[in-house]
């Protein structure tokens, strides 16, 4: 495991800098390739919109934390997804590419959800607390997905479990992190993923 400065992604992430993003994760990479590693995985998800450069400049193999959520999905038999994360995650390509190639369908938050949930991602669970009416408002925003036909929701950032899980969700959550801790664990033991994982 190597976790580079989170301000350095931060900087990066505000100049809209994914050349400078793919950069840390390779030196990154670069450091646990050295170390002994066999494959690599990221579960941060926004900062894998720089993932095409990153493997093309890796040393090893990356498994994509969207694939395996739209395997999970699949296995799942989901069809449409709604997609919670950072506003750059929801702006961009990382799902709904992966998704797109499964023939799977997805909702983004509204432009005015997007910036409420980027907030609370960044102002509370990061810091170690999440409001009460934070919740509420996750909560109604997987309700609006529901309403659009979606059958499942990626919790597509690593602090959103901390609010969101099958107990006040409207929809089926897909946690990515978890999804992913589970396909390295499959992987580096040599088996695949269960369909009940």
């Not at 800098?17 to 941060?44: H, Q, R, Y």
């Not at 093309?56 to 969207?66: D, F, K, Q, V, Y």
């Not at 690593?158 to 089926?172: F, M, Y």
Request: aromatic content about 6%; some cysteine.
């Amino acid at each position: 495991m190597h976790t580079p400065s989170f301000e350095r992604y931060m900087e990066c992430l505000r100049a809209n800098d994914w050349d400078g993003v793919a950069t840390i994760m390779v030196e990154s990479a670069n450091k646990l390739a050295d170390g002994g590693a066999d494959f690599l995985i990221c579960p941060d998800n926004t900062v894998h919109q720089a993932f095409n450069s990153v493997a093309s400049r890796s040393r090893l193999p990356w498994i994509h934390i969207a694939e395996v959520v739209a395997d999970e999905a699949e296995r799942r038999g989901y069809r449409r997804l709604g997609i919670l994360g950072t506003r750059w995650l929801v702006d961009g390509e990382v799902y709904p590419e992966k998704l797109r190639a499964r023939g799977l369908e997805y909702v983004r938050p509204t432009s005015a959800e997007r910036n409420e949930i980027n907030r609370i991602i960044f102002e509370e669970p990061v810091r170690g607390a999440i409001e009460r009416t934070s919740v509420d408002y996750l909560r109604g925003a997987i309700e609006r997905m529901k309403a659009a036909e979606c059958d499942a929701v990626v919790l597509g950032c690593t602090e959103l479990p901390l609010a969101i899980d099958e107990s006040n969700s409207a929809l089926p959550p897909l946690d990515s992190t978890r999804l992913l801790a589970l396909a390295a664990v499959h992987r580096a033991i040599g088996k695949t993923v269960p369909a009940s994982a």
